[in-house]
């Protein structure tokens, strides 16, 4: 079957507040018939908390789970192996829920990413438009990706506060989940309560921020009971970063660590969520003759070169916003994060966009604006910190600015005195080798968190 022409296709109506149909009609985002899908391999509980936020809207909401062989498997038959990571588990996960989940008469929406960025991201509108010609695609719309462009789907700030609250709340949440993974004396009582603690922070987010802000409070005298049998300052963790590409293939280095008693933390989610918002920042400052992140996220010089600015004023409005939106996504972290903190299962600090980019511009410039700069500064910025007892570099093969990143920590690992080691792979398992490397990095995070203790 042939698919419509691009134009009687489902679409955005022109101000983004509504779809319309192949056959031209105005469909709402909580018509029964729509069903919003999320083929974004973040975390079950980031995944649960943003289908609360939609369904706080009257959305239906439905997710592809993480990603894993058959999400590759069916990768498979669209992509021609060349694609990065994310791209091919995207791929897979929404073809797999175009067969297996989608009702007949259903008006699907597929979140993915559409950002005009220097690495492989900037091509997927023209490679998801062949795919659709490839496939049966009736009332499909791909690459939904709320953000400024779209005024995150119409829906305005609000929209994008909910997600960035969605997100700064799982993070801080799977933070805590690996701690009681690791930690608890009773595993399994450890967990049971854990977890039920969490789906009631989950549910709270239907109800609005307050809600949400009271559920985290009980949420944290609850979970300050489960029983710890060795204090986090007393045992090893290891991070896991390399921007975007890491919640698509962490699981196996996790339970890796997570066995032999060592914490493992993966990068949040709400890093990349704060990277891509920066993008308009970074743009414009660069525009306007500001060359460094330093300058171009200040507010003040950002608020007057827009007042100024008569020739792109829009585009300065956009990235004055954008700035907005990396400070409330700032204090909605460090807010939370004091709240949860008083659980006990909490270890690592909030780091902003801002920070990240000044510390990774002095090695690698942060104007391409790719996530070279951000990998960068998240390796400075641990090791200045102290927090972590070794770090694992997780990175896609097909990704360039992961290979850029690894290129300039390499020689600043050699001299660091933390365990280092770089995972390049391209699905989520391990093989024999990594398994080795991963070994002598769970022993001499050990053994660097012993002497600390001393």
């Not at 609360?52 to 992509?79: E, Q, V």
């Not at 300050?224 to 698509?248: A, C």
């Not at 171009?296 to 827009?306: A, D, E, T």
Request: with cysteine; charged share 25%.
């Amino acid at each position: 079957m042939k698919v419509n022409n691009s134009d009687k296709r489902l679409r955005f109506s022109k101000n983004f507040k509504y779809l319309i149909d192949d056959r031209g009609s105005r469909i709402e985002y909580d018509d029964p018939r729509v069903v919003h899908v999320w083929p974004v391999s973040t975390s079950e509980i980031t995944t649960k908390l943003i289908g609360s936020m939609f369904k706080s809207r009257g959305w239906r909401f439905r997710s592809t789970g993480k990603t894993d062989t058959n999400t590759l498997n069916y990768a498979k038959k669209l992509c021609s192996g060349r694609e990065c990571l994310p791209a091919i588990s995207l791929t897979g996960a929404t073809y797999f829920d175009m067969c297996n989940n989608r009702d007949k008469d259903e008006i699907t929406i597929y979140y993915s990413l559409d950002q005009n960025g220097p690495c492989q991201n900037g091509a997927w509108p023209v490679v998801w438009d062949t795919f659709a010609q490839r496939i049966d695609c009736e009332n499909v719309l791909f690459l939904a990706n709320p953000n400024f462009k779209n005024n995150f789907m119409g829906q305005g700030d609000s929209f994008a506060s909910d997600l960035g609250t969605a997100a700064v709340t799982g993070d801080i949440l799977d933070e805590a989940e690996t701690t009681v993974r690791c930690l608890a004396l009773y595993k399994d009582q450890g967990i049971e309560q854990f977890e039920k603690e969490t789906e009631a922070v989950i549910e709270s987010a239907c109800l609005g921020k307050i809600a949400l802000i009271k559920a985290i409070k009980i949420w944290a005298e609850n979970c300050s009971n489960i029983i710890l049998k060795d204090s986090l300052k007393n045992t090893p963790k290891v991070l896991l970063f390399g921007g975007l590409n890491v919640m698509f293939i962490h699981y196996p280095i996790t339970d890796f660590f997570e066995k032999r008693g060592v914490i493992p933390k993966i990068v949040e989610f709400s890093e990349g969520l704060g990277w891509l918002t920066s993008e308009s920042v970074i743009r414009y400052g660069f525009k306007n003759g500001r060359l460094t992140p330093k300058e171009q996220f200040k507010i003040m010089p950002l608020l007057l070169s827009v007042i100024k600015d008569n020739k792109s004023r829009k585009e300065g409005v956009t990235a004055l916003r954008a700035r907005c939106h990396l400070k409330g996504l700032d204090f909605i972290a460090n807010y939370l994060r004091k709240i949860a903190g008083k659980s006990g299962l909490l270890y690592d600090n909030y780091i902003s966009t801002a920070r990240l980019a000044e510390a990774g511009h002095n090695f690698s410039c942060n104007n391409g604006f790719n996530e070279t700069c951000i990998t960068t500064g998240r390796y400075i910025i641990t090791i200045e910190e102290g927090v972590f007892d070794g770090l694992i570099n997780v990175d896609s093969f097909n990704c360039q600015p992961a290979m850029n990143s690894q290129s300039i920590i390499r020689p600043m690992a050699n001299k660091a005195d933390r365990p280092f080691a770089v995972i390049d792979w391209e699905a989520p398992a391990i093989s024999a080798n990594q398994r080795r490397l991963l070994d002598t990095i769970a022993v001499q995070a050990k053994r660097i968190r012993t002497q600390k203790n001393r």
